[in-house]
């Protein structure tokens, strides 16, 4: 079965400082690769994604993610952390097949400290 | 375009009783998703519909059921709410092929006690 680990429930940094946020996934075959981001009392909003087309990854609000197929991962960074980041990030995996199903990752709520 | 839109957003249910929980896409999607958010675990899919027509079960379907209505609306039924359903619930959407994300709407808050 595919699975999604996520490294981290809180992860805190101060503002200005490097976001990373660590994922990493099973897969048997190549994988699609999703980042959402969940501010308070809202749904789920898509950051990035990986596709195949390029192994690093630009996505809204400045974060980006590097898919490293050598080591399962999918890690999110943001060179400078705003206060506005603060929120819940969600990792998921589409394992492929015929339909499109995610897995995700048990969240990483991200604190930015001013 | 609304997006994913999710009634009610708040209900409070006593054990035993039940209840649907609605949710329409305007986005003119086939693939259509019901998962819970709890506390620790992320979400987990219960049912999902791939198109109108069409629907099966997830990760944790017990105790709940479903219906495309159309190709619009997909609702999730608890014909006997338990407190193990106290969850935040949320409907997505997507177009065909496993590369497209999905959408969320802006969830259910749902108590049993």
């Known amino acids: 079965a595919q699975s999604v680990t996520q490294l981290g429930s809180h992860v805190s940094v101060s503002e200005g400082a490097l976001v990373l946020l660590r994922c990493n996934y099973s897969s048997s075959v190549p994988p699609y690769l999703f980042w959402y981001v969940q501010y308070p009392n809202q749904g789920l909003q898509l950051l990035l994604k990986?596709?195949?087309?390029?192994?690093l990854v630009k996505g809204i609000n400045g974060f980006e993610a590097e898919f490293k197929k050598s080591e399962t991962s999918f890690h999110l960074t943001k060179p400078s952390a705003h206060m506005s980041d603060a929120a819940e990030y969600f990792c998921?995996?589409?394992?492929?097949?015929?339909?499109?199903?995610?897995?995700f990752g048990q969240g990483t709520r991200l604190t930015i400290n001013p | 375009n609304a997006g994913v839109t999710q009634t009610p957003k708040f209900q409070v249910l006593k054990t035993g009783q039940s209840m649907t929980l609605q949710c329409a896409q305007d986005m003119n999607h086939n693939s259509m998703y019901w998962y819970r958010q709890d506390p620790g675990m992320g979400l987990r899919l219960i049912y999902y519909s791939a198109s109108e027509g069409t629907t099966d079960k997830g990760e944790v379907p017990n105790g709940y059921n479903v219906s495309r209505l159309n190709k619009r609306e997909f609702s999730l039924r608890l014909e006997s709410a338990a407190p193990s359903q106290t969850s935040v619930y949320f409907c997505?959407?997507?177009?065909?092929?496993?590369?497209?994300?999905?959408?969320f709407g802006p969830g259910t808050r749902l108590t049993v006690l």
């Open positions: 998921a995996v589409n394992p492929g097949g015929g339909a499109q199903k995610l897995v």
């Open positions: 990986y596709t195949s087309a390029a192994t």
């Open positions: 997505a959407s997507s177009r065909e092929a496993n590369y497209n994300e999905q959408f």
